[in-house]
């Protein structure tokens, strides 16, 4: 679950929405990639949570699926990063792409990945290895400015990372990939489209595989509750890429609680109405996938 | 910016091509709202002129939408690009809602007009018309006798002139004391005349003359 802005909630939501699938009968790992600012480990209430990435980083074990420890919810594990050098954050493109590769070879049901603010190349790449991007925004204006340039820069990182490859190499050597517009981005399509009808549908379709999907958070009272739908329904008609409006979490002061007790909340307040909010959630994400099978269920966090 | 040069008018306002007027209207406010400078949702997602072309956009779309002539020709313009089917646009007469207070009559109630015209219009009976046309006072069972010979039923110039049937039988029976006050009353009559194909302007004088209502 990315989502530009810090404090919103994706660790949180990320514990519980795979807590409920694990609850399910479902296998579900939890990958903290939220690396320097890592504590998904204690939303879950693992204190100490032993063996984590960084023995996989450092080459003590080889397979990531070693570190991975069990948590007190059956069917859910984690591979948890607190254990990792303070400066962690700053990943080589080797450890990135190995933590990738790794990531994406995981036999389970659903693999979640955690990910912290911001909208660093790492974290884009790992938001862009998932089968379906999942990312949490507020009702508030702050974080919405920041989703929006979350998006863009997933959607121009997509963008780049397809041009960048070898054979679309001369043709753009002197466009300028550097947007931050949406207008841009259809110009630098219409351009190439110019030159190579092929290379644009290609770049195309690759955009409008992407499926994005979000939630909105801390819903207070008087907001908007239609924010999720308008904000799907505006995407999809200027990306290329698909959005799913997943759900609204309505915001109650218990959440605040279970984290301070530092446990689940769906399992402490099972029967409220914000849990009934996120298993609704859930059930829209498993249709989600039903509706599409997947090889890999990838999650990005 | 994905296409929003290329998407036709119905699916930049989020409506089929069948959709009536206060469908149409109703979703551009909907969508106005959406791209409003203010809004909550794109405030922070389009740079100043993306947005104006977009509400530019939709201004053109929704006045093309509600001009039944332009929307016709965008239509045209849309079958011959094969974007629209002719399916598409069939159902839109049964769809449009039909306004409740319509200022043109139904086809029902023009035939049946036509029906009593047509009736009055005999010629047997244009003397007697002419008659009352011109008498000074005019009696309730004169305008009865003419109805009679017409063959119109009272029920047929209630329904077209909506008096009630005891009020035009209280006319026709000159029962002063269950007529309404003479400003209503003289409303009545003018349409009663006119149903009868008479001339209101020395009718209706005639008549409350002959009641002794008001002055002429």
């Given at each position: ?14 514990a519980n929405?795979?807590t409920l699938?694990?609850?399910k ?15 998904l ?9 032993g ?25 859910l594990?984690?591979?948890n ?12 493109t080797?450890?990135?792409?190995k ?7 995981l036999?389970y ?6 990910l ?10 790992f938001f ?5 991007g999942l990312?949490?925004?507020?009702s ?17 990182r997509?963008i780049?990372?397809t ?13 300028d ?7 841009q ?8 489209r ?6 644009a549908?290609?770049?195309q379709?690759k955009?409008e ?12 009272k ?13 995407c999809?008609h ?6 799913k ?11 605040h ?5 530092r ?5 402490r307040y099972?029967?409220t109405?914000?849990?009934?909010d ?10 989600l996938n039903r ?5 890999k ?5 | 910016?994905?296409?929003i040069?290329e ?6 306002l ?20 959406i791209?409003?400078?203010?809004s909550?949702?794109t ?5 100043g ?5 977009i ?11 509600i001009?039944?002539?332009k929307?016709c020709e965008y ?13 598409d ?17 139904s086809?029902?109630?023009r035939?049946k007009e ?8 005999n010629?047997e009976?244009?003397?007697?018309k ?22 119109v039923t ?9 008096i009630?049937i ?5 006319i026709?029976?000159?029962?002063k004391s269950?007529l ?13 005349a006119?149903?009868?194909c008479?001339d209101?302007r020395t009718?209706?004088p005639?008549?409350l ?8």
């Amino acid at each position: 679950v990315g989502g530009g802005k810090g404090g919103i909630g994706k660790s949180l939501i990320t514990a519980n929405i795979a807590t409920l699938l694990a609850q399910k009968g479902r296998q579900v790992i939890l990958v903290d990639l939220d690396l320097g600012g890592s504590n998904l480990h204690t939303f879950i209430g693992l204190d100490n949570p032993g063996p984590g990435l960084a023995d996989f980083l450092d080459k003590r074990v080889a397979k990531l699926q070693s570190v991975a420890v069990p948590t007190e919810v059956d069917g859910l594990t984690l591979v948890n990063s607190a254990n990792c050098r303070v400066e962690a954050a700053n990943l080589h493109t080797a450890q990135k792409e190995k933590i990738i590769r790794s990531v994406q070879s995981l036999t389970y049901d659903y693999v979640f990945m955690d990910l912290g603010a911001g909208t660093n190349f790492n974290l884009l790449d790992f938001f862009l290895a998932s089968d379906q991007g999942l990312f949490v925004l507020t009702s508030e204006p702050t974080a919405i400015e920041n989703a929006f340039t979350f998006i863009k820069a997933v959607y121009f990182r997509m963008i780049k990372r397809t041009l960048k490859q070898k054979k679309f190499n001369r043709m753009t050597r002197h466009m300028d990939l550097n947007a931050n517009t949406l207008d841009q981005s259809f110009r630098i399509l219409k351009a190439i489209r110019k030159q190579q009808p092929e290379t644009a549908d290609a770049l195309q379709e690759k955009l409008e595989a992407f499926q994005f999907s979000f939630i909105v958070n801390k819903v207070h009272k008087h907001d908007d509750p239609y924010l999720g739908e308008k904000i799907e329904k505006v995407c999809n008609h200027h990306f290329y890429s698909r959005f799913k409006f997943l759900g609204n979490i309505r915001y109650d002061e218990k959440i605040h609680d279970a984290v301070l007790r530092r446990r689940l909340f769906v399992t402490r307040y099972a029967y409220t109405p914000v849990a009934n909010d996120i298993n609704q959630i859930v059930s829209c994400l498993e249709a989600l996938n039903r509706r599409e099978p997947l090889e890999k269920n990838n999650e990005t966090d | 910016m994905k296409q929003i040069d290329e998407t036709t008018h119905y699916d930049l306002l989020g409506v089929m091509p069948n959709a009536g007027l206060d469908e149409i209207h109703r979703a551009y406010t909907e969508v106005r709202a959406i791209y409003d400078t203010d809004s909550l949702c794109t405030y922070s997602l389009f740079s100043g002129p993306e947005r104006e072309k977009i509400t530019k956009r939709i201004q053109t779309a929704f006045q093309t939408l509600i001009d039944p002539f332009k929307r016709c020709e965008y239509d045209q313009f849309l079958m011959s690009a094969g974007r629209l089917t002719d399916t598409d646009r069939e159902q839109e007469k049964q769809k449009s809602a039909r306004p409740i207070f319509s200022e043109t009559r139904s086809e029902w109630d023009r035939q049946k007009e036509k029906r009593i015209k047509e009736k009055l219009n005999n010629a047997e009976i244009t003397t007697l018309k002419e008659k009352l046309n011109q008498q000074t006072s005019i009696s309730g069972s004169q305008l009865r006798q003419l109805r009679g010979e017409a063959g119109v039923t009272l029920t047929e110039i209630n329904e077209l002139s909506k008096i009630s049937i005891q009020i035009l039988e209280a006319i026709e029976e000159d029962r002063k004391s269950n007529l309404p006050a003479p400003v209503y009353l003289k409303g009545f009559l003018k349409s009663y005349a006119e149903c009868l194909c008479l001339d209101a302007r020395t009718v209706v004088p005639a008549y409350l003359n002959h009641l002794e209502i008001g002055s002429p």
